[in-house]
C-alpha cells in the first residue's frame, strides 16, 4: 500500500520529524510490520546532506511520523508545503532548464563554429596580408633597383633640366603664350628646371626666373642628359688652403702645381678617391677628400636682373675709366714709369684705347718670374696677381682669385670671338689678359713665367671687360 505524504516538516534541532509515503511492508518478529522509508514527490530533497532515516515499525496502513536523525546545527526553522502541483512545476522546471542547457549548448556550438569560421577568416585575411606584403616588397625593390639605374644614367638628375638651344636667348613668359608678359631670358646653352609642359610649353624654373619657354627652342629628357654634358662646367671647388695637383693619382707622385683655396678646376675624369682635372700646367690629379665637385650652368636672367646687371656694369666701366684717366694724369706729373726687367713685348697692341694700354702694359713684363701666391710684376707672381698689378696700374682694383675674376667687370657676348684687347680671359684655375690677335699675355708657370701664348690653348671658361 502506498500513501501520498501531504506534509513533510523538517526541524532543525537534534531530531527531525518526517511524514512520508510507506511501501513495501514485511513482518517483524513481534507481528507488527516493517516499512521502508521513501520520501514522496521529491520531499526527500528537503532533507540535508548526511541526514539518515532508521527503519520503523508500524501497523499496515498507519499514517506514521517518522523520527531522523540529524547532524544539522541548532537554530531556526524552515517549513515546506510539498504538493503534486509543486512537484510537478518542478518536473517542468528540470524539462525548461534541461531545454535551455540543450539551447545553450547549441549556442556554444554555434559560437564556436562561428569562431573557427573567424578563425579561418583571419587566417585567410593574415595570409592576404602577407602577399600583399610580399607584392608591397617586390615593388619596392622594382622602384628602387629603377631608382638606381636612372642614378646610374643620370646622376645628376640632367634629364630634369631645359637646356635652350638658340642663336642668342628665348624669352620666359608669364604665361604659356607669345602674348605673355615677358619676365625673363633664358640665353643659348643655359638651363632651366623642369616644372611642366603645357600646349607646347616648358614651365622652367631657372635662378630667380619661373615662367614658360616654347619647347621648339629647348631640350629636355634623354636629349638634355647629352646636351648637360657639353654645355655644364664640371668643376672641382678647392677646400684646402694649398692643393697639391700631382702628375699621378697617389701621394708619392710628383706635384706638378699648386692651386689656393676657393679656386676651381675643370673635371675631366672622376676617379675613386681621386679627381682628373686640367690645370695651367696640363692635366693633374687632386684628392677628392680636399674639393667639392659640382657643375655649373648658365641660368634664366630676369628683367629686372638684366636692368640692374647694365646700370652696374655700365657705373664699373665708367668709373673704371676714371681712374684710369687719374692713374695716367698722375704718372704725367710724376713722370714716372714702370720699373720692370722683363723682355719686353714680343708683339705690342695698336690703338689708343684703354684696353689697348692694359695690354700694351702686361706686355712689358714678359720674361719675369712666376711664383705661387706673389702679385709683383718684377719680382714674381701668379696668374690672378698679374691681372690683379697690372689693372692696378690703371687704378682698377680686381680680386687675387681667377675664380672671383669671372665676375668682374660685363660678360663679352660670344666670349672669344668678340674679345678685343684688354679683356680679361678666365680658364680652369687660371686667368690671363687677351692682346688680340688671338693671343693672351699670362703669368704661366714657374718653369715659364710671364708669357705670350695662343688664347684657345685650353678651354675658355670666360671672357670679361673692364673698360
Known sequence: MKKLC???????????????????????????????????????????EGITLDEIYVSPG???????????????????????????????TASIDMLEFSVGAEQVISNTSELEMRLDAAQD???????????AISVKTAEQDALEEALARDPENFANLVIAQVNDYVNVRAVPDLEGEIVGKLYDKSVGNYLEEEDGWYKISSGSVTGYVKSEYCVTGDDAIELAKKVGTRLADVDTTTLYVRKEPGTDSPVMSMVGEDEDLVVLEELDGWVKVTCNEGEGYVSADYVNLHTEFVKAESKAEEEARLKKEAEERKRAQEAARKAQQKRNRTGGGSSQKGSGAAVSVGGSGLGAQ?????????????????????????????????YSHFGVGLPHSSRADRAVGSAVPGGLANAVPGDIVCYSGHVAIYIGGGQIVHASTSRT?????????KNVLAVRRIF
Open 125 to 135: 585575411a593574415t595570409s592576404a596580408i602577407s602577399l600583399a606584403s610580399k607584392a
Open 449 to 457: 713665367g710671364i708669357i705670350v701664348s695662343n688664347a684657345s690653348y
Open 6 to 48: 501531504r506534509r513533510a516538516i523538517l526541524m532543525t534541532t537534534s531530531a527531525v520529524m518526517l511524514t512520508c509515503t510507506l511501501f513495501g511492508g514485511s513482518a517483524a518478529a513481534d507481528g507488527r510490520v516493517v516499512y521502508d522509508i521513501l520520501p514522496a514527490g521529491g520531499a526527500a530533497l528537503a532533507l540535508e
Open 358 to 390: 692694359v695690354a700694351n702694359y702686361g706686355l712689358q713684363f714678359v720674361g719675369n718670374p712666376y711664383v705661387y701666391g706673389g702679385s709683383s710684376l718684377t719680382h714674381g707672381t701668379d696668374c690672378s696677381g698679374f691681372v690683379m698689378s697690372v
Open 62 to 92: 498507519e499514517e506514521v511520523t517518522a523520527e531522523v536523525n540529524t547532524d544539522a546545527a541548532a537554530g531556526g526553522a524552515e517549513t515546506a508545503d510539498v504538493t503534486e502541483v509543486e512537484v510537478a512545476e518542478a518536473e517542468e
